[in-house]
Structures are given as C-alpha cells and as structure tokens.
C-alpha cells in the first residue's frame, strides 16, 4: 500500500487547507496523524470503515475527516487553523481490528503563520 499526501502549505492563522491521502482504499480504519519539531507524533483524527469518527481534543470543531472510497481518497478539512497546527501531516491505514497504524505516507508539510 502506497499511501500518497497532498494538499498542505503556508497559510495564515484562520486559514483552512484540504489534505488529501490517495491510494487510501481500504476496508480498515484510516487515520491522520501529525509531528511538529521537537514532538511527538499525535492522532489527529480517525474515521472506521463504517464512518464513525474520533477527533483529537485541539481539533474537535475545526477539522473533518471523510473518505471517499469510491476514489480511494481519504481527506482532512482543516479550517480556523491556528499557528500550533503548524507540524508535518501523515496519513495511516490501520491494521485489521485495530487503531494502530500499519501503512503511512510519506506526509505533507501544513504552517500556520500567525
């Protein structure tokens, strides 16, 4: 599985971007993830095969995650973006039953400028 991001960029705070991971199709969970300089990697957000979501507290209300199987493309919309969003953006496939990552992408750099 080759996992394929896109969509990141410089913006300003308040902004809103639209990542795109393809070649995500997948009857697993799929997630993004993000690392910022000096931290750990974190959940951003994580949506199941039948739809139900689960979103990071600093993200609840700002970001969505959706899936469009038929294009096998997973998507974050990222709006009000804060300077903190500012981290390097990976998508994942989880592994069968579970919420751990499996495959990742390569990831897509997002700054936030305030």
């Known amino acids: 599985v080759q996992l394929v991001e896109s969509g990141g960029g410089l913006v300003q705070a308040g902004g809103s971007l639209r990542l795109s991971c393809a070649n995500s199709?997948?009857?697993?969970?799929m997630g993004w993830y993000r690392q910022a300089p000096g931290k750990e990697r974190e959940l951003v957000a994580r949506?199941?095969?039948?739809?139900?979501?689960y979103y990071a507290d600093s993200v609840k209300g700002r970001f969505t995650i959706s899936r469009d199987n038929a294009k096998s493309t997973l998507y974050l919309q990222m709006n009000s973006l804060k300077p903190e969003d500012t981290a390097m953006y990976y998508c994942?496939?989880?592994?069968?039953?579970?919420?751990?990552?499996?495959?990742w992408g390569q990831g897509t750099q997002v700054t936030v400028s305030s």
């Open positions: 199709e997948s009857i697993f969970s």
């Open positions: 994942a496939v989880m592994w069968a039953g579970s919420t751990n990552p499996r495959y």
């Open positions: 949506i199941g095969s039948g739809g139900s979501t």
